[in-house]
């Protein structure tokens, strides 16, 4: 699969980033969401940052503390056995021993970016989305944004000890915004809204992750009104000794072809490397497969793919879309973001 990756990879790095606080610092900036606004693309940045700590003996989680309105710094110490630190996303609990986390090791928030050329991007200091309330103590993750008539809506994890859910935020400018509240309640991420309606419904991917049975794969539903979603059904699943054997998950807003819509998901081998596949939904119905990657058309190559703060990973958000060309911008190694250029004619041409 041919793919274009801009020379000047990584476009972004945690190094472009000032910290929210003195007392912290950023680890990653990684995995936006992507629109076009006034002729400018906009980046909606995830940014990872954790306080810092210089005593080797101790870990520090944030914990964004509703009531106060302020992130709280909770001080462990490392030998704890009652905590498992092996993880260099978050930190679990060694008491239950069911694989659940008790605190992340950073706290994320969205940041915006612009840019008139699409390489060179102006960021803001200041947050675009940030924690806010009990559902999302433990930060907000991986926007992705859906132009529908004159709204851009954006959606995005929202983590806490509850689980993992999705919150919905919907504006016109990218300055004014009006919270929808969770569309999809945990455990559930990697939504993606289609743009558009399809005989008179809005549909959505996104990916359940269950607990006592079941696979993280991808499943469809359907809505009135963006808010309400039903009639759910398992649209795909994970393949055994594949690419795409451990999970997978929505990427890009489903692009609409000739041929049907065009979805780049995510799909992780059992073993934590992350690449990029494609499926072919129907265009009246796409709650019905037509062909899927046999190989991904994204995978880690580069040294900035392969190596950061959580190795192997390519994760793609959001792009732009201009004829046959994909502008993908997407998370590297959970680190920084990247940018590639895909044909439409030659992903539909490796489908299968």
């Known amino acids: 699969m041919k793919t274009n990756r801009y020379k000047g990879n990584p476009i972004i790095t945690p190094k472009d980033i000032k910290p929210h606080r003195e007392d912290f610092e950023v680890i990653g900036v990684f995995n936006p969401g992507v629109a076009i606004y ?128 999705v919150r919905l935020v919907k504006t016109k400018d990218f300055n004014v915004k009006e ?43 359907e809505s009135d009104n963006l808010i309400y979603w039903g009639n759910h059904k398992l649209l795909l699943e994970l393949r055994e000794n594949m690419w795409d054997n451990g999970r997978i998950g929505g990427g890009l807003v489903p692009i609409k072809t000739e041929k049907g819509w065009l979805e780049l998901y995510h799909g992780a081998s059992k073993n934590n490397r992350y690449c990029m596949g494609a499926v072919l939904l129907d265009l009246e119905n796409p709650s019905k497969v037509l062909a899927r990657s046999e190989k991904p058309i994204l995978e880690p190559q580069e040294d900035y793919e392969i190596n950061g703060f959580f190795n192997n990973v390519v994760f793609g958000c959001g792009a732009i879309v201009e004829g046959d060309l994909i502008k993908m911008y997407y998370g590297v190694a959970d680190t920084s973001v990247a940018y590639v250029e895909l044909s439409i004619k030659d992903i539909l041409n490796s489908l299968r």
Do not use: M
């Open 179 to 221: 919270d929808c509240g969770i569309i999809f309640a945990p455990e559930n991420k990697d939504v993606v809204i289609f743009p558009e309606r399809i005989n008179g419904k809005y549909y959505a991917l996104h990916r359940p992750v269950p607990k006592c049975a079941g696979n993280p794969e991808i499943w469809i539903a």
């Open 38 to 165: 006034n002729d400018e693309v906009i980046l909606l940045l995830r940014v990872a940052e954790r306080p810092i700590c210089k005593n080797k003996e101790e870990f520090k989680a944030p914990v964004f503390n509703f009531p106060k309105g302020e992130i709280e710094i909770l001080t462990l110490n490392i030998n704890d056995e009652s905590y498992d630190f092996t993880d260099s996303r978050v930190i679990k609990d060694n008491i239950k021993k069911d694989g659940s986390f008790k605190y992340l090791t950073s706290i994320s928030y969205i940041l915006k970016a612009t840019s008139k050329d699409g390489k060179n991007f102006r960021i803001d200091e200041k947050p675009f989305i940030y924690p806010s309330n009990q559902y999302d103590v433990f930060g907000v993750e991986d926007p992705r944004i859906t132009k529908i008539e004159d709204y851009y809506y954006i959606y995005f994890s929202v983590v806490s000890s509850k689980g993992v859910g």
